[in-house]
C-alpha cells in the first residue's frame, strides 16, 4: 500500500504545469488534491513516472462567478465551494451534491476539477456539470479549448483530455429563473461510490434528468414535460437505454428500479 | 519550481503542532509514514491507507485530511497538526477530548486520533452541526468498536458547552 517510485515536480504556474505536461505526455499525471490518484498509487493501480503537483499554483485556485457560470479552477477544493455562503443562490443544485460526494475530510482536500477530470462514473460533480449544461476548460501548452460537457466525458474514467492538457477549469451554470434542481442517490453507506444517482432540472417546458453511476458515464435525457403514467414510460425507457450491468455492488435490475423510483422523486421534487 | 528526482532524498520542514520539525523522504513517501517513522510522532494512526477508514486524519494548515492521501514533499512548508497538539486543559486533554472520556467515546482507541482531528477542524467551523450533520462529518471515519453512538454524543456535549460558556460571557 506504497505507491511506486516517480519524479516530482511542483510548478508555481499553470503555463509551467502545461509545459511540464507537454515534455512527458502519458507518463505523467497531474496531482491537484489527490483523493483519487494518491488511493490509486497507494494501490499500485498506476505507476506514473512523473507526478505533477499543481496543488499550490495560486493562478489555477480560484473560484468565481464569471459570465453566468461559477468558474472553478484545478486547484480549488471541494471544500471552498461546498463552504461559499453564496452557493445556495449561484448554484443551489450543488448545495444537493455536496454532502453526498465522499466525506467531509476528503472533501477538503478534493478538487472539483480532479473529479471531472478523473471521470468516475459514479461520482457526483461530473454529474451535475452535465445535468446543468456546463463546460470543461482545457488548456495545453498552445492554448486552450472549451468543450460541453456531455462531450469532454467518453467513458468509464475516460475523458477527451489528450495527454497534453490540463483540466484549468470547469464552468457550472447559475441558477435561472423559473428552473427547480433536485439531487440524490443511492449507496450502500453514506460516502461511498453511488449505485445510481440522479439529478433533474425543470422548467416550464421540459425536464432533463441526468442519472450516473448506471452506464459507463454519466448520461442525461430531455425530457418533455410528462406526468404519471407517462412520466412512468419515459424514465423506464431511459432506464432500458442506459444498459446497465450486473456487478458485485448491485444488478441491473435493481439499478434500473433506482433509476424509477428515486428518478421520479427527484424529478416531482425539481417540479415542485 | 521544485523538482525531484525519483530516488532523490528530500528535506522536507514542517510546522508539527507548533514547533518546526524536519526529516528526511523520497518523493514517494506518504505524510501518514513521515510523521510517525521520520518525526516519530506516532499519535497518528494508520488504517487502510486508501483514504476509506480515517484513522490518519490530520489537520494540514488547519484543515482535516487525511495524511495517507498525501506525500510528505507536499507537505513541505505546511502546519501539520496531530492529535499530540490537542492537550489544553488543566488536566492535559482538551475539552474535546474530556468529553470522549466521559462519554465513553473511544474502546480501543485506534480511530479516535483521527476522530479527535476531524471534530476539532470541524465545530471551528460549524459551531451549532445537527445530530444528522454531525453523523455526516463522522462518516468520513470507521470505528471497528463501533461505538458510534457515544462520539456522536461527545462531539454534541463539546458543541453545546463551547455555546454556552460563550454565553455566559456575555453575561458576565
Not at chain 1, 475530510?105 to 471531472?116: A, D, E, K
Not at chain 1, 489528450?162 to 443511492?186: I, K, M, Q
Not at chain 2, 492529535?83 to 489544553?88: C, I, P, Y
Amino acid at each position: 500500500m506504497k505507491p511506486q517510485v516517480f519524479d516530482y515536480a511542483r510548478p508555481d504556474s499553470a503555463a509551467e504545469a502545461v509545459a511540464l505536461l507537454a515534455d512527458s505526455g502519458s507518463d505523467a499525471r497531474i496531482l491537484a488534491g489527490g483523493q483519487s490518484l494518491m488511493a490509486v498509487l497507494n494501490m499500485r493501480l498506476a505507476q506514473p513516472s512523473l507526478l505533477i503537483d499543481i496543488s499550490r499554483v495560486q493562478d489555477l485556485n480560484y473560484v468565481r462567478v464569471q459570465d453566468g457560470n461559477l468558474v472553478i479552477g484545478a486547484a480549488a477544493t471541494q471544500a471552498s465551494v461546498e463552504w461559499r455562503r453564496s452557493l445556495k443562490d449561484e448554484v443551489p443544485l450543488l448545495t444537493q451534491v455536496f454532502p453526498h460526494i465522499s466525506h467531509f475530510q476528503i472533501r477538503n482536500r478534493g478538487t472539483v476539477c480532479g473529479s471531472v477530470a478523473h471521470a468516475d462514473p459514479s461520482a457526483e460533480l461530473p454529474l451535475a456539470l452535465l445535468l446543468l449544461g456546463g463546460q470543461v476548460v482545457l488548456r495545453n501548452r498552445k492554448g486552450r479549448r472549451v468543450l460541453a460537457a456531455d462531450d469532454f466525458f467518453q467513458g468509464m474514467l475516460m475523458t477527451a483530455r489528450a495527454p497534453d492538457e490540463l483540466v484549468e477549469e470547469v464552468r457550472y451554470p447559475l441558477v435561472t429563473a423559473g428552473h427547480g434542481y433536485a439531487f440524490n442517490e443511492f449507496s450502500g453507506r453514506h460516502g461511498d461510490f453511488a449505485v445510481a444517482s440522479v439529478g433533474a432540472m425543470v422548467n416550464k417546458d421540459s425536464i432533463r434528468f441526468a442519472v450516473g453511476g448506471v452506464s459507463d458515464r454519466p448520461r442525461v435525457k430531455v425530457l418533455p414535460l410528462l406526468k404519471g403514467a407517462d412520466l412512468d414510460t419515459a424514465i423506464n425507457d431511459f432506464a432500458w437505454e442506459l444498459e446497465a450491468r450486473d456487478d458485485h455492488h448491485a444488478s441491473a435490475q435493481f439499478r434500473r428500479q433506482l433509476v424509477r423510483r428515486l428518478g421520479r422523486a427527484v424529478i416531482e421534487r425539481a417540479m415542485s | 519550481m521544485k523538482k525531484y528526482e525519483k530516488n532523490e532524498l528530500v528535506r522536507v520542514t514542517v510546522t508539527l503542532n507548533g514547533k518546526e520539525r524536519s526529516g528526511i523522504c523520497e518523493p514517494r513517501m506518504l505524510l501518514s509514514d513521515f510523521l510517525r517513522d521520520e518525526l516519530g510522532a506516532t499519535g497518528t494512526h494508520v488504517g487502510c491507507e486508501h483514504g476509506v477508514c480515517g484513522a490518519c486524519t490530520v489537520q494540514i494548515d488547519g484543515v482535516a485530511a487525511r495524511s495517507c492521501l498525501t506525500l510528505a514533499v507536499q507537505a513541505d512548508g505546511r502546519s501539520i497538526d496531530t492529535v499530540e497538539g490537542l492537550n489544553g486543559g488543566s488536566t492535559g486533554l482538551s475539552d474535546l477530548q474530556e468529553a470522549f472520556r466521559r462519554n465513553h467515546a473511544l474502546q480501543c482507541g485506534y480511530c479516535t486520533a483521527g476522530i479527535l482531528m476531524s471534530c476539532d477542524d470541524y465545530l471551528g467551523r460549524k459551531p451549532d452541526p445537527s445530530e444528522e450533520e454531525v453523523r455526516e462529518m463522522l462518516s468520513g471515519h470507521l470505528c471497528r468498536c463501533t461505538g458510534y453512538t457515544n462520539i456522536v454524543k461527545a462531539v454534541l456535549e463539546t458543541a453545546q458547552s463551547r455555546r454556552e460558556k460563550k454565553m455566559l460571557e456575555t453575561t458576565e
